[in-house]
């Protein structure tokens, strides 16, 4: 499993040598990889769709994110699909790692974006998109031991609305995205979906506010609500600030400082997120 995932961060790395993207949108409009596979922030699914494919064209990406904090660690691996500036399909494994013990929670999530609505740049309104993240859990152990209602699988869903200012502060453009999502998942559905205290969906908002300083540089912060559904432990809302390179429209690398507050009654989880995408066409 080391030497896969060893191969796949290279592959990521020779991407911009081997590829050719599609480019028919403005350089890092699409945003990064979120941890659920979805483009946007490292925390939330904007409205923007993965890789640059114009409305008469289609791309493919792939990722690669690590989130290390105090007790526990997060890799990330997937790809996602763009048809016609339209349909984004994405696909995403997620490896939780409790560093003490060793123990392993794998995760699958399956997402589904449609654009109902505008252009992030062009139009007067918001770019408008509505999406499902479908998640299997892999390793239902834990979730069944902390109190989870549903330990095998659960779908969430979200509207999303973003707009980009050509300008707008100081002569920088300024992007801004609002998410709400219906959920029920408990630390992101690796601790199972639902528990003792709440085992119903809850409306949630995410947001994300980024300057990009220079054409290829971006400078933001999220902020992710997240449900409190069992009574072992409190779950807290997530929040970084990051910092993303595109040096250009094949690849892009972020990084951020992550506060995912209290997990699994471990308090003050903080650490480093890294992630690089690759644009295939």
Same mark, same amino acid.
């Given at each position: 499993m080391r030497k896969w995932k060893k191969s796949w961060a290279l592959g990521l790395l020779l991407l911009p040598d081997l590829c050719q993207a599609a480019d028919g949108k403005l350089?890092?409009?699409p945003g990064v990889s979120q941890v659920e596979g979805s483009a946007g922030g490292g925390l939330v699914p904007w409205a923007m769709l993965a890789g640059y494919a114009s409305r008469d064209e289609v791309s493919a990406s792939a990722f690669a994110t +690590?989130?290390?904090?105090?007790?526990?660690?997060?890799?990330?691996? $997937?790809a996602a699909f763009n048809w016609q500036d339209r349909v984004e399909l994405s696909a995403a494994h997620q490896n939780?790692?409790?560093? #003490?013990?060793?123990? /392993?929670? +794998? #995760?699958?999530?399956?997402? =589904?974006?449609? +654009? =109902?609505?505008g252009d992030v740049v062009y139009s007067t309104w918001p770019q408008l998109s509505l999406g499902l993240q479908h998640k299997r859990l892999k390793d239902p152990a834990i979730a069944e031991a902390v109190g989870a209602d549903r330990t095998d699988h659960d779908t969430e869903f979200y509207l999303a609305a973003s707009k980009l200012h050509l300008g707008a502060l100081a002569g920088y453009n300024l992007l801004w995205n609002v998410t709400l999502r219906s959920s029920r998942s408990n630390q992101l559905g690796l601790l199972g979906y639902g528990?003792? !205290?709440?085992?119903?969906?809850?409306?949630?908002g995410e947001a994300s506010l980024a300057v990009l300083l220079h054409r #290829?540089?971006? =400078?933001? &912060? !999220? &902020? +992710?609500?997240? *449900?409190?559904? =069992? $009574?072992?432990? /409190? !779950?807290?809302?997530?929040?970084d600030f990051f910092i993303a390179y595109f *040096?250009?429209?094949?690849?892009?690398?972020?990084?951020?400082?992550?506060?995912?507050?209290?997990?699994? $009654?471990?308090?003050? #989880?903080?650490?480093? &997120?890294?992630?690089m995408t690759g644009y295939l066409w």
């Open positions: 350089l890092a409009t +690590r989130v290390s904090v105090d007790d526990y660690r997060l890799e990330v691996w $997937g939780f790692t409790l560093k #003490q013990s060793g123990d /392993e929670i +794998r #995760q699958n999530v399956y997402g =589904l974006k449609v +654009r =109902l609505y528990g003792d !205290e709440e085992s119903s969906r809850e409306l949630l #290829q540089w971006a =400078l933001g &912060y !999220e &902020y +992710r609500m997240k *449900p409190d559904n =069992l $009574g072992f432990a /409190e !779950e807290d809302d997530w929040s *040096p250009s429209k094949s690849f892009n690398v972020t990084a951020a400082y992550a506060d995912l507050g209290s997990i699994a $009654g471990e308090d003050d #989880q903080k650490g480093l &997120y890294l992630s």
